[in-house]
């Protein structure tokens, strides 16, 4: 299963931006989307997950700027980013589990996607 990010670029402080990924490939079924980010020079951190009944969960560093959706019928999962801050400035990574055809599970990772927040 590959994962295919977009959304990523420039944006000023308390400015928004949309990433989506679609996930593509031999999928049954889908478990848990969600979004993780790497800073320069640091670890990569989980931002936010959503599972397929919708259930979310975010970091607490981004909770009531970012919302997580995701589109079942579309395989892709969605981040709005709103009011963002330099600190947001990082590589984010989509991420997706579930099964393929043939019940064999999958744990895939989109190629990232670079958000640098600047003025």
């Known amino acids: 299963v590959q994962l295919q990010a977009s959304g990523g670029g420039l944006v000023q402080p308390g400015g928004s931006l949309r990433l989506s990924c679609a996930a593509s490939?031999?999928?049954?079924?889908?478990?848990?989307m969600g979004w993780y980010r790497q800073p320069p020079g640091k670890q990569r951190e989980l931002v936010a997950t959503i599972t397929s009944g919708g259930t979310t969960n975010y970091a607490d560093s981004v909770k009531g700027r970012f919302t997580i959706s995701r589109d079942n019928a579309k395989n892709t999962v969605y981040l709005r980013m709103n009011s963002l801050k330099p600190d947001d400035t990082a590589v984010y990574y989509c991420n997706a589990n579930g099964f393929e055809y043939g019940l064999r599970y999958f744990n895939s990772w989109g190629q990232g996607t670079l958000v640098t927040v600047s003025s």
């Open positions: 490939g031999s999928i049954r079924s889908i478990n848990d």
